[in-house]
C-alpha cells in the first residue's frame, strides 16, 4: 500500500485532522528542512508526521539526530514506525508536548517542524498547541510549518500569522515550493517569546 494511498484512505476518514488530500512533496521536504537550518547536533521535533515525507527527510540529512515525530493516527504512525525504526514515533497531539519531551529525556528542543493542519482547528486548539511549542523550544530555537499558495490570505490563515506573531520575535517566509502539489511556502519563526 502506498503513502499517498494510506494518506488519501486518512483524508476520507478524517478531514479535519489531515488537512490535505496527498502527502507533501520532496520538495517541500527539502524546503521544510532547510527553513529549520538542522544540525546534526539538534533535538527536532515534528508535529503531524503523517506518512512521513518530512520525517525521511530529515533522517536522511540527519541520520543520528534525536527525533521525536507525533502522529495522532494510528495507522499512519504504525506505518512511520515500520518504515523509520530508529524514529521515536508516539501517537498523542502537539499540545502533550512539553509532558512527551519530557518523558522521552529531551525537555528543550532545538527545532519544532510541523506538517499540521493549523488553519482547520478552533482558535483555542491552535493556541494551545503553539503554546506547547514556545514551552519546549530553546531560546535559539526554530519553529517551521507550511502553508499553501493562495490559502495563506484567507482569514483562518492571516489569524494564525496573528498568532505566530504573538509567540516569536520573527517570522518569515520561504520561497515557494512550485511542484508541492498545491504549491507552498514555510512560515520560518524564531525568537521564541518565553512566559
Not at 489531515?18 to 527539502?30: C, E, M, R, T
Not at 512539553?98 to 493542519?117: F, I, K, N, Q, T
Not at 483555542?124 to 499558495?149: C, H, I, K, M, W
Request: charged letters at 25%; one cysteine or more.
Amino acid at each position: 500500500m502506498t503513502d499517498a494511498f494510506v494518506f488519501l484512505r486518512e483524508f476520507v476518514r478524517d478531514p479535519n485532522r489531515i488537512g490535505a488530500v496527498a502527502p507533501s512533496g520532496k520538495q517541500l521536504a527539502a524546503r521544510m528542512c532547510e527553513s529549520a537550518d538542522l544540525a546534526d547536533d539538534h533535538v527536532i521535533v515534528e508535529l503531524g508526521a503523517g506518512t512521513g515525507p518530512f520525517t525521511r527527510a530529515i533522517r536522511e540529512r540527519h541520520p543520528h539526530a534525536p527525533l521525536l515525530a507525533l502522529e495522532p493516527k494510528e495507522d499512519l504512525a504504525a506505518l512511520l514506525r515500520e518504515e523509520l525504526p530508529d524514529v521515536e514515533v508516539v501517537e498523542a497531539f502537539a499540545q502533550e508536548l512539553p509532558r512527551l519531551c519530557a518523558e522521552w529525556g529531551h525537555p528543550v528542543v532545538d527545532r519544532v517542524v510541523s506538517g499540521l493542519p493549523w488553519t482547520l482547528w478552533p482558535p483555542e486548539v491552535q493556541r494551545a498547541a503553539l503554546d506547547a511549542v514556545v514551552e519546549v523550544l530553546s531560546p535559539d530555537g526554530r519553529f517551521v510549518t507550511f502553508n499553501y499558495l493562495g490559502a495563506h490570505l484567507m482569514p483562518k490563515a492571516q489569524a494564525l500569522r496573528g498568532e505566530l506573531a504573538e509567540r516569536f520575535g520573527r517570522v518569515e517566509m520561504s520561497s515557494t515550493a512550485w511542484l508541492n502539489v498545491p504549491p507552498a511556502f514555510v512560515y520560518i519563526c524564531s525568537e521564541p517569546k518565553k512566559g
